[in-house]
């Protein structure tokens, strides 16, 4: 069995221009390429399995494979332990998977063949409902704009 390798990538500025980095554990494949292990919380665009070329000098990276997860990540201005006792099973019922649970955020990884509509339901049924959560995906929409899909599930969606 490999061993899981940490990597930093980076996940934007703060105000002062620092750059703010998110490490991530990674099998490291033959040809140096990496595979996430999980989800990321803050670098767009990815999801856990996804195989990337890391950059190690600016902490960029360019994806060589996806994964067809889905990155979703929940976040609560208050305890997030409500939404996620109500969550977890019923996305762990589609085959998603919690990656990373924190006071005040989840992130999962859940297969696109799952289907937006269900998994966007079960999230609408519990997320946003007291005023103090949202969700949002993390590799769906164009990281420099947030708007634009990318479209990257066509190609695993379409019939064989």
């Known amino acids: 069995m490999q061993a899981l390798h940490v990597i930093e990538l980076l996940a934007g500025y ?4 620092k750059p703010i980095v998110e490490k991530l554990q990674v099998d490291v494949l033959e040809d ?3 595979q996430l ?15 990337i070329k890391l ?25 997030i332990n409500t939404l996620a006792e109500q969550l977890i099973p019923e996305l762990e019922k589609l085959g998603g998977q919690l990656d990373t649970e924190t006071e005040r955020m989840l992130v999962f990884s ?6 937006f509509e269900k998994i966007e339901a079960i999230l609408n049924q519990y997320v ?3 005023g103090q959560s949202a969700w949002q ?5 164009d990281p420099t704009d947030g708007t634009t899909p ?9 019939p064989q």
């Open 14 to 17: 703060d105000p002062s221009g």
């Open 32 to 34: 140096n390429s990496c």
């Open 37 to 51: 292990v999980r989800s990321p919380a803050f670098i767009k665009g990815l999801a856990g399995g996804d195989v």
């Open 55 to 79: 950059n190690k000098e600016d902490k960029q990276f360019e994806i060589q494979r996806r994964s067809g997860n889905l990155a979703i990540v929940v976040f609560s201005r208050g305890d």
């Open 110 to 115: 859940i297969h696109v063949s799952c289907g």
């Open 128 to 130: 946003g409902r007291d």
């Open 137 to 141: 995906y993390g590799n769906v929409y």
């Open 150 to 158: 990318l479209n990257w599930w066509h190609e695993i969606l379409k």
